[in-house]
């Protein structure tokens, strides 16, 4: 028997991560002097080159890195450097590969007046894959059932770079030891073509006053627009962004010194469009010598990005800092570790982020001390992929005599994803004749005043049958009716 199937091309994002790999490097003080201890470590992964050949990509990148250190007279310096790595990856079975590199864990050391740093890498293959959907055509032979189903599948992917530059004032700062960026993205709209990318730069500012050592925080706002083949007005984009280096100048000034910072940043972006899918979910074999047979396609994991803002109180007893007479400044130490479990009602996430307290003993020596404030919240979506926990935000002070309060704001990225699925019938198979007591599937062609009652009727079923098997509850001329029966329970009118 001749069967007819049409196809549907379909396509979606798929991600995976491929190899890790740990490198290491060396950065050293230029002054000589000792090295009391690290108040800000900062480092971006970059890849500078990558060419797949079959599925083997080989990967040309580096880390880099920027430390700020305390000397022993209080003042504080910064070291920056670039470690470069390669390496070569298997990228799976996906169309159009893009490596992309995050660094996964880092440790840092303090060794004769020189910073050793060490990384484990973590490289990761995104890319399109095509899914086809082949469905049941209806013919002479084949009696079958339709309907249409909405999904959501990729109509452009893209990563791109581009640069984000911000004059800022800075009242009372004498100079600029450090600068480290957190890029946060709040909305992507799609043009013909393009998409207008808006988000949130959350810049750490390490200064020497004339007090000493300060941290500050300052946001910059961004909007960018990125090429996007394929995209079209109206579509559904997200932008996952990153950064790769942060260079900044600063001049000083009697009133209010003026910091130059440009950031470069990555982004990864995927358009959505609306399709609807025609699927054949019965069908039935005029002859009666054939059984159908069934698939179910994983199609695509639908996203919205969502951003909520938490906060959380740490207090570090000042009796654990050892030889402390008074407090100086506080800034955030590498990156924050968080861990997410979806549970019912919402998404559980804790972890943890590390803070330096810089600090003065009794004999007027500088110290720092790395101290881990745990936090944990949850939002209000039981299926949320956590993309980003940002820290927004650091505000230190002495309470009492023998506490510091850390008060530590976040912003928290995620996609809602849902899971889509289509269900159809994919082809018959020859059984040979049915039994009488075989399931089968009885089709009738609806007539000009056909209803319920005559339908059933022709069927040899009941009428209730009829309207909860079939989508309307009226019936046009010509259109297919189905009824599930078996032979024994035929109902007489």
């Known amino acids: 028997m001749a069967f007819e199937f049409n196809q549907t091309n379909l396509f979606k994002l798929k991600k995976e991560k491929v190899c890790e790999f740990a490198v290491s490097g060396k950065l050293s003080s230029d002054d000589g002097e000792n090295v009391v201890g690290i108040l800000k470590c900062s480092y971006f992964p970059q890849i500078n080159t990558c060419e797949i050949t079959g599925n083997i990509a080989s990967v040309l990148g580096q880390t880099n890195v920027e430390i700020c250190y305390l000397k022993e007279d209080g003042s504080a310096k910064n070291m920056r450097g670039a470690i470069e790595w390669q390496n070569k990856c298997e990228v799976g079975e996906i169309d159009d590969a893009k490596i992309s590199a995050k660094i996964k864990d880092a440790q840092v050391e303090i060794q004769n007046n020189a910073v050793y740093f060490s990384c484990l890498i973590e490289l990761g293959a995104e890319g399109t894959m095509s899914v086809g959907v082949y469905n049941l055509a209806e013919n002479e032979n084949v009696a079958a059932k339709k309907t249409s189903k909405e999904i959501k599948s990729i109509c452009a992917y893209s990563k791109e770079k581009f640069t984000i530059a911000e004059d800022i004032s800075l009242e009372g700062a004498d100079n600029v030891i450090c600068v480290c960026p957190q890029i946060e993205t709040i909305a992507a709209v799609a043009g013909e073509n393009k998409a207008q990318i808006s988000g949130t730069a959350y810049l750490e500012i390490i200064c020497e006053t004339e007090n000493g050592v300060s941290s500050t925080f300052k946001a910059i706002d961004f909007s960018e627009e990125i090429a996007l083949l394929g995209a079209t007005i109206g579509g559904e984009v997200y932008s996952s962004i990153g950064v790769e280096n942060c260079e900044y100048i600063f001049t000083p000034s009697e009133e209010k010194g003026q910091l130059s910072v440009t950031i470069s ?61 008074e407090f100086v400044c506080a800034s955030v130490y590498g990156g924050t570790e968080w861990f997410a479990e979806n549970e019912e009602g919402g998404t559980n996430i804790s972890g943890s982020v590390a803070i330096c307290l810089v600090y003065k003993t009794e004999e007027g020596k500088m110290r720092t001390k790395i101290t881990h404030v745990p936090y944990n919240f949850s939002v209000e979506e039981a299926n949320a992929e956590i993309e980003s926990v940002v820290v927004k935000n650091l505000a230190a002070k002495v309470r009492g005599a023998h506490e510091i309060v850390l008060d530590v704001s976040f912003d928290v990225g995620y996609f ?58 009226s019936f046009a001329a010509g259109e297919k009716v189905f009824v599930y029966k078996h032979k024994e329970e035929n109902f007489n009118y």
């Open 416 to 473: 809602i994803t849902t899971t889509d699925y289509l269900e159809f019938i994919s082809g018959l198979e020859d059984c040979g004749e049915l039994e009488d007591d075989d399931s089968a599937i009885m089709v009738a062609i609806a007539g000009e005043n056909d209803d319920a009652f005559s339908l059933g009727k022709r069927l040899h079923a009941k009428p209730e049958d009829v309207l909860s098997q079939n989508e309307n509850a």
């Open 265 to 325: 940043a990555v982004c990864e972006n995927v358009c959505y469009k609306q399709e609807e899918v025609e699927l054949t979910t019965d069908a039935y074999a005029l002859d009666r010598q054939t059984k159908q047979t069934s698939s179910c396609e994983e199609l695509q994991s639908v996203m919205e990005y969502k951003t909520e803002s938490k906060q959380t109180t740490f207090a570090e007893n000042c009796d654990c800092l050892d030889g402390f007479d």
